[in-house]
């Protein structure tokens, strides 16, 4: 895991200052896994504050504190890691991994065939729940097409993906492809898809801001999404300080174990052990 090398607003500095640190450089082992509203107050660091620095984070790192690791002092156990469906599967791949990660505010909506007995809804529905809603935002459409079709439907492309951009998106997310991989790479709109297809037929929307369930994950609209190459996951935007707060501190701890791995390289393994003695992620300190 690594933090994308930009530097720490003086707010979030502050997350940290009133730790008690280890001599290694940890934080105590004395962490709070939720955060009191007086510690918010104190702080006052704002959303998008803490969406720009969750922006420095990967993904599997943010996973590891919502829920990979629930008998970690730094994991907030916010679902059952295997039971629950917070985070995408291996079907889907990253169009543009350089883009780093990239986290927002899920606006979702229901594409299919059109079907003669229901009315289909107006794309400027999405637009409008993105426009009036918090910023950025991550558009996630589940496509419920027949098996025939699932995987010919070049869904997006450059001028839905210009629409999104002028209310606030930042990013889409779905369970099939879509196309204009080149058009929109210079937008620095990131997608994640199941793969990638010149042309579609009459589709329609069938519902906006509902939740969705995409690659593995179930979605609820105005969740927090973050994703980068590796995948994406989503938590409630109530946690959004506190999965930062925690995955700081769990970058800065896992470095210091790795810096001290590292130091007894090639003296086997008994050195590694002792090396890493103490920090099993799985492991309530």
């Known amino acids: 895991?690594?933090?994308?090398?930009?530097?720490?607003?003086?707010?979030?500095?502050?997350?940290?200052?009133?730790?008690?640190?280890?001599?290694?450089?940890c934080p105590s082992a004395r962490f709070?896994?939720?955060?009191?509203?007086?510690?918010?107050?104190?702080?006052?660091?704002?959303?998008?504050?803490?969406?720009?620095?969750i922006r420095k984070i990967d993904t599997p790192t943010i996973t590891n504190v919502v829920a990979t690791y629930p008998g970690n002092e730094l994991c907030l156990s916010l679902y059952n890691p295997w039971t629950m469906n917070w985070y995408t599967d291996n079907s889907l791949q990253c169009w543009y991994?350089?883009?780093?990660?990239?986290?927002?505010?899920?606006?979702?909506?229901?594409?299919?065939?059109?079907?003669?007995?229901?009315?289909?809804?107006?794309?400027?529905?999405?637009?409008?729940?993105?426009?009036?809603?918090?910023k950025p935002s991550i558009f996630c459409f589940e496509q419920r097409f027949p098996p025939e079709l699932a995987n010919?439907?070049?869904?997006?492309g450059g001028n839905m993906t210009s629409n999104m951009m002028t209310c606030g998106a930042i990013g889409a997310i779905t369970n099939g492809p879509s196309r204009d991989i080149h058009e929109i790479r210079p937008m620095e709109f990131q997608y994640l898809t199941n793969g990638i297809t010149p042309g579609h037929g009459p589709q329609a929307i069938q519902a906006v801001q509902v939740p969705v369930h995409i690659a593995g994950m179930d979605i609820a609209?105005?969740?927090?999404?973050?994703?980068?190459?590796?995948?994406?996951?989503?938590?409630?935007?109530e946690h959004l300080e506190a999965v930062?707060?925690?995955?700081?501190?769990?970058?800065?701890?896992?470095?210091?174990?790795?810096?001290?791995?590292?130091a007894v390289k090639g003296q086997g393994l008994e050195a590694m052990r002792k090396a890493r003695a103490g920090d099993d992620p799985y492991i309530k300190k």
């Open 221 to 237: 609209p105005g969740e927090i999404i973050h994703m980068d190459e590796n995948g994406a996951v989503k938590f409630p935007a």
């Open 244 to 262: 930062v707060t925690n995955a700081k501190a769990l970058i800065e701890k896992e470095e210091t174990t790795i810096a001290r791995v590292l």
């Open 97 to 134: 991994p350089e883009l780093g990660a990239i986290a927002g505010y899920a606006v979702t909506c229901v594409y299919s065939v059109p079907d003669p007995n229901f009315p289909a809804r107006d794309f400027t529905e999405v637009l409008e729940a993105m426009d009036n809603g918090p």
């Open 32 to 53: 709070d896994r939720h955060l009191d509203s007086r510690h918010h107050k104190e702080r006052n660091v704002s959303e998008q504050e803490l969406l720009e620095e």
């Open 152 to 156: 010919k439907v070049g869904l997006a």
């Open 1 to 25: 895991m690594r933090i994308r090398p930009r530097s720490m607003s003086r707010e979030m500095k502050a997350v940290f200052s009133g730790q008690r640190r280890t001599a290694g450089g």
